[in-house]
């Protein structure tokens, strides 16, 4: 079983920060390994949206769809994965915070094969890679890199 937990204070508004990361469409902007992120699913995000992600990681390319569980605006959600390399579920909640918002990402999941065998090596790439992308997405939110760049 992998779990990792990462925070980051975003020096923005709680509603800003949750519609940006609420947003599939925001991902590849904030994570580097996203290679397509899009809601697959009919009307507004909350429970039941569903959403596709393709990721490279270690050098391949993974498809996961993932289902929203809970929805609560601004304050965060949930989310488990429909289909995919790997079975994982996760939250994400947003906190009011010194002006600003404490961003806080909790995920588990479970290896198989090919992953069972690597899962210290995919525990390691995943804290580093997550540890990055929040650097970016609170870089991206309080305005200090252009999206796309």
Same mark, same amino acid.
């Given at each position: 079983?992998?779990?990792? %937990?990462k925070?980051?204070?975003?020096?923005q508004?709680?509603?800003?920060?949750?519609?940006?990361?609420?947003d599939? &469409?925001?991902?590849?902007?904030w994570?580097?390994?996203?290679v397509?992120a899009?809601k %697959?699913?009919?009307?507004?995000?909350g429970?039941g949206?569903?959403a596709?992600?393709?990721q490279?990681?270690? @050098?391949?390319?993974?498809t996961?769809?993932?289902?929203?569980? &809970?929805?609560?605006?601004?304050?965060?959600?949930?989310?488990k994965? %429909? =289909?995919?390399?790997?079975?994982?579920?996760g939250?994400?909640?947003?906190?009011?915070?010194? @002006?600003? %918002?404490?961003?806080?990402?909790?995920g =588990?999941?479970?290896?198989?094969?090919?992953?069972?065998?690597?899962?210290?090596l995919?525990?390691?790439?995943?804290?580093?890679?997550?540890?990055k992308?929040?650097?970016?997405?609170?870089?991206?939110?309080? @305005?200090?890199?252009?999206?796309?760049?």
């Amino acid at each position: 079983m992998i779990q990792v %937990t990462k925070s980051v204070f975003i020096d923005q508004p709680l509603e800003k920060v949750f519609e940006f990361i609420a947003d599939p &469409a925001n991902e590849t902007l904030w994570q580097g390994d996203m290679v397509s992120a899009e809601k %697959t699913s009919e009307g507004p995000l909350g429970v039941g949206s569903t959403a596709r992600f393709v990721q490279r990681f270690l @050098g391949m390319h993974l498809t996961n769809t993932i289902e929203i569980t &809970a929805f609560d605006p601004p304050h965060g959600y949930r989310f488990k994965a %429909t =289909s995919g390399p790997v079975e994982f579920e996760g939250h994400t909640t947003c906190t009011a915070e010194d @002006g600003g %918002t404490r961003t806080t990402f909790v995920g =588990s999941g479970s290896t198989s094969g090919l992953f069972r065998l690597l899962e210290p090596l995919v525990r390691r790439r995943l804290d580093q890679t997550l540890s990055k992308d929040l650097v970016k997405l609170k870089d991206l939110l309080e @305005g200090h890199v252009v999206p796309g760049v």
